[in-house]
């Protein structure tokens, strides 16, 4: 990875500093290639360990090191005295952190002062390193055989910090890139993984739907694939449906963790019903769980056997976003990556610069994925900030295009007699049916290529078929952004494009500021939130983009929580996805950017609070039900449970208003609640209304 390059630009007795638990020199020769110790050795270098990692836990930063590698820093450059740069350091520190509270300068400014005492010398034999034979060759040769060219040649320099090596003749002239990239970076940056327990497990598969990164995933397999799988390769009975496993075989079930992909932000301990997974040190099961989740990648895909509607289901599909470069804990990418397991093989993607953009398509590690074994997954585009909506709009009318074309096409050759094969007639035929239904076509379609296979030479018809061929399943198009884009900058195309009719599907990461560039203010900050351009606390309320969008009338609009509640998310994007016309789902995720004071891996239990107390408001408008006469707004919310200060009291954007403007905070936070509550009799009054208006159009 990066770290062997980290001693090249060091000149002759410099100063090298590790973050690592390991306590002897034996240990440390054990990690460290041989070229880069007779580079230590032959530069004179002075070399140090910290395990900047466990000071930071038991300062309570959960392995956030930043302070501690400031404090050593400063303890062994010598650019300023060491007792002086400690002090402005911890002062440093308190103006920081002010906001957060006292325990929080009190931590840090602890952590600072352990790192003082914790830094150890390395005495290393510089005689015998100095002898060791250069095998840089050699190692990233290892580490780089069986790999696909464009990892080899293009990745594999970038992560070595030889970006300058990569020549441009080697990039795609198109500007593309493969999918599936992230799957080859291994980052390993969690000190602690999660570990699954067989006992008690009840294959709910909730973990594997809110990891971040899809490095906890469930498998199915045989007794015979069993047999030759990795020890400690073991599992439970599988709970499969009956009526989707014709055969009966039996299946054993297990959910494997990437221990290398794992960010440790421990999501998967809080969400399992049955505590069936705990956090373990990463040295301790790396290796034997790295194994086994190798082989469980090569398992055979079996989603057929679980119904996709289902979180079960859905989970047992392989993910179209894996192993991103989202933060730990992040609450956006468990949400695309369910609609890419429900969707992906045939979805466009047009995504705005933010947090999306970063965590989705960060060159070289694109988080988009295959998923399936034809390798196919999410066509990936990203546009300037302003004009995503029209991106999408543009993909989604050439894909219309090029299907309306082939159906006439279709039709004329039915009619016209050209197809004479009597079974691709038939499937041409139902594919005519079901034009529309998206796992109607997507089957047909592969059967329908296999048959057009046969008569690809033919020529007229038959030949513009096979050419085409990839538009016979039904598409589905999705402009992701953030609540800044949505809301703020490219509003006017949002607006415009789910006004024109167009069936595009607009998904709205909602964090509640612009966190890609530092926890701005956006329309979608609360009133009372303390954001950057909002220092004293938004004045104004939140923008009811939902509220505007259904004032059209023929929009899908839904507002959502996966953290909170999982269920009403899955359907909220299923219905949406296969809405006859435009959608828009706005998705509330908890971010680092909240503060919250319990960390992320609280997240679940902050988003039901938010929920509960009315903060986040969970509903569906859906315009088909209003014309079969039943209300198009159901809300799935509870009425505000009165309880908005405990979830607010958790969140360092409303009690740091409170610690530096305790006057602007309970003004604008005792507003905020009547927010809430005006926001959810709205609603109520809203639900009314329409239900009266479709009992009334059937009349």
């Known amino acids: 990875k990066k770290q062997p390059q980290i001693v090249d630009p060091l000149k002759e007795g410099g100063t090298l500093v590790i973050n690592s638990s390991w306590k002897t020199i034996e240990e440390i020769e054990a990690h460290i290639p041989d070229f880069v110790k007779r580079k230590i050795a032959r530069k004179r270098l002075h070399v140090y360990n910290i395990d900047a990692t466990d000071i930071a836990l038991k300062s309570g930063l959960k392995g956030r090191v930043n302070m501690v590698m400031q404090s050593v820093f400063f303890q062994l450059s010598g650019v300023l005295p060491a007792e002086e740069a400690l002090r402005l350091l911890k002062d440093a520190v308190k103006k920081q952190y002010i906001r957060k509270g006292d325990e929080v300068v009190r931590k840090n400014q602890e952590s600072i002062d352990k790192a003082v005492s914790c830094i150890r010398e390395v005495a290393y034999p510089a005689e015998k390193w100095a002898q060791l034979p250069d095998d840089r060759a050699q190692f990233f040769a290892r580490a780089e055989e069986g790999l696909p060219d464009f990892i080899r040649n293009v990745v594999r320099p970038q992560m070595r910090m030889q970006d300058d090596l990569v020549p441009v003749s080697l990039f795609d002239p198109r500007g593309t890139l493969p999918l599936g990239v992230s799957q080859y970076e291994k980052r390993g940056v969690a000190s602690r993984v999660a570990k699954w327990k067989a006992d008690d497990c009840v294959q709910c598969n909730m973990c594997a739907l809110l990891c971040p990164h899809a490095a906890i995933r469930p498998f199915v397999f045989t007794e015979e694939e069993a047999g030759k799988a990795p020890d400690g390769f073991e599992g439970i009975p599988a709970l499969v449906p009956n009526k989707n496993n014709k055969s009966r075989t039996p299946y054993t079930f297990r959910i494997q963790v990437s221990p290398y992909d794992c960010t440790g932000c421990e999501l998967c301990t809080q969400v399992c019903p049955e505590n069936c997974l705990t956090m373990e040190p990463f040295e301790d099961v790396a290796k034997a769980e790295n194994s086994c989740f190798q082989y469980a990648e090569k398992l055979p895909p079996r989603d057929y056997l679980f119904p996709s509607n289902t979180i079960r289901g859905s989970q047992m599909r392989k993910p179209g976003l894996e192993y991103s470069g989202a933060c730990p804990g992040c609450g956006e990418t468990a949400i695309m990556k369910l609609v890419t397991q429900l969707y992906g093989d045939e979805m466009f993607i047009a995504n705005p610069a933010g947090c999306s953009c970063v965590w989705g398509a960060m060159f070289p590690f694109g988080g988009y994925a295959p998923v399936n074994e034809q390798g196919y997954g999410p066509a990936y585009m990203q546009s300037l900030f302003e004009d995503a909506a029209e991106a999408g709009l543009g993909i989604y009318h050439s894909s219309e295009l090029r299907r309306a074309r082939l159906q006439r096409n279709v039709q004329v050759a039915l009619q016209t007699r050209v197809v004479k094969d009597e079974e691709l007639c038939r499937l ?44 016979f399943a039904k598409k589905v198009t999705v402009i992701l952004g953030g609540d800044g884009w949505a809301n703020d900058i490219g509003y006017g195309g949002l607006d415009h494009t789910l006004a024109s009719g167009a069936a595009v599907k607009v998904l709205v990461m909602d964090n509640e500021v612009y966190a890609n560039t530092g926890g701005q203010a956006s329309k979608a900050t609360p009133r009372g939130g303390m954001a950057k351009y909002a220092m004293s606390g938004k004045a104004n309320a939140k923008k009811d983009l939902g509220a505007m969008m259904m004032s059209y009338g023929n929009i899908y609009v839904a507002s959502i929580c996966l953290d909170a509640d999982p269920k009403h998310a899955l ?4 219905e949406a996805m296969e809405f006859k016309g435009p959608a828009l789902v706005m998705a509330y995720a908890p971010c680092i950017a909240h503060g919250i004071r319990t960390g992320l891996s609280s997240a679940i239990g902050e988003a039901k609070r938010a929920v509960d107390s009315g903060y986040v408001l969970l509903y569906r408008f859906n315009p088909e039900r209003a014309k079969k006469g039943q209300n198009p707004l159901t809300i799935d919310s509870p009425a505000p449970d009165g309880h908005l200060s405990e979830f607010i009291e958790n969140e360092d954007r409303f009690v740091g208003l409170q610690r530096i403007f305790p006057d602007e905070a309970k003004i604008k936070q005792g507003e905020l609640g009547e927010d809430v509550q005006s926001r959810y009799r709205r609603f109520v009054a809203l639900a009314a209304m329409y239900g009266e208006e479709a009992k009334a159009a059937m009349k």
Do not use: C, P
């Open 428 to 471: 041409l035929s139902s594919w005519l049916v079901n034009f529309d239904n998206f796992e109607e076509s997507k089957t047909l379609s592969r059967e329908i290529k296999k048959k057009l296979d046969e008569v690809k030479d033919a020529g007229g018809l038959l030949s513009f078929m096979w050419t085409n061929q990839d538009m």
């Open 571 to 574: 359907r909220a994007i299923r």
